[in-house]
């Protein structure tokens, strides 16, 4: 034990400093990695937290310059931190910071050697900001300090819930100036997300004419108007998806490289879709709220497109808008279809009429199912109740599937509904491997929104015990030639 008298020297004034800069040597580790390894952790931070991390080093402060990757967004960062910052004031600031951070980045102090790979901007339809936003766009590319993929999404004021049809009207217009104040930023385009737009007849065939480069095309609640007719033609477009457009019928005239479309909401009973030139196309997803209306034919809506081996058909808990069709009838299009997903079918509804897709698809190779009466945002419970069945023709006692592997099914209950369709898969097709069944699904929205109608929501039978399954699993393949219970599998 040392004695309580005992002193020790006091440091000097250069020991202390030296000590100093070694701590924060070690605290500032980050800023005296190489600028490669650096730029390789900046963008994986994302563009916005990329440049706060910088402004805290000096050594650091020209890398947002030399990013590879650009994503500019403030607007969504500004809706999480306050979701109040809806004022005219609020939209000026956020466009002009978004136009003045674009600026900085491919312009102002952005060299050659360092070309931006892949630029997404996200802005509000304001015509001063549109303006700068596409004035840089075009100087970067036009000194080759932007070479790879670019994307506008824009934005507008007024939100798809408030936008009545003179404010699609006026933003459609301001669109066109912006378009045509901007052509050479639109020519560098290879994608472009556009919301709340009402154009003219000629309006977005000019647009597309202007993007030459584009790839992917998004329409949110943009239109020529009630009952118009979109006709799509490009040369390079891969990517179509349209969400709630007023459009009667889209027609893929000449698509060389379309190759997937999203479809969700059209409004009228017409075929929404009709494939002209579309020799690359293989991916699908339709998606409709339907209350009423006519049943499609899908002999019909995809004749001219049999290179189809992706689709998905969402019912949004409501009518069957399918009709099932003789084999002979779908075989021409659905030769193909390798890939078959049939989300928020009505619960209480057969589900044995999807077995016609089996029969029209001999190159199935997954199926998956989704059966739940998911509620939020939709008109009164009573409405949603009256679902008929779909009416279909079974198919031979001696059919026969080769190819499907996998079978899925969310919202699995122990009725004869889906123990019988299960049975009838695994008979029809001997070589599947895999049946995976879930529960169904649980919305705590759903169960807040329509808490009066407790008693109209049937509880789970899902098997819980091992003994359940196990007696499940027998009941189903009982009798069942080369029928293995092991491929049955209940998932959490």
Known sequence: MYPSSTTYPRPSASYLQSRQAATCSRDDRLSQLPDDALLNILERLGTLDA?????????????????????????????ADDQSFTTTRDLARINGAVADVTDMILISSRSPLYPVRQLKLRFVLRRYDCISIGKSVALAMAARKLDGAVEFEVLTECGFEHCADADLLQFGEQFNTFLGDCPDAFACLTRLDLHNLRFGESDIPKVLSACERLESLR?????????????????????????????ETVELICLPKLQRMNYTDW????????????????????????YWGQTLKLSQVLANAPTITNLHLDFQSEKIWVRPESPRLLAHVLNKLRHLNM??????????????????????DELCLTVWDHWCGTEKLSIRRKKADVKWQLPAPDFKHKSLTKLTIYGFQSDDNFTGFVRRVMKAAANVEEISLYDRKVCKFCTKEFEDYETEVFPSTYPRTSQEKDSLREKITGGLIMASPDVIRFRS
């Open 219 to 247: 329409l949110h609640n943009c239109d020529a108007g009630n009952s118009s007719v979109l006709r799509v033609e490009h040369p390079r477009l891969v990517e179509l998806e349209i969400f709630c457009g007023k459009f």
């Open 267 to 290: 409004v009228y009973d017409e075929d929404p879709l009709y494939f002209v030139d579309v020799p690359q196309f293989a991916k699908l997803s339709l998606t409709k709220n339907c």
């Open 51 to 79: 440049i706060r991390t910088c402004i805290l080093s000096k050594q650091m402060l020209k890398l947002p310059t030399m990013l590879s990757q650009i994503f500019i967004d403030f607007y969504s960062a500004m809706r």
């Open 343 to 364: 989300d928020f079918l009505p619960e209480g509804c057969d589900i044995a009429w999807t077995m016609f897709f089996l029969e029209a698809a001999p190159s199935l």
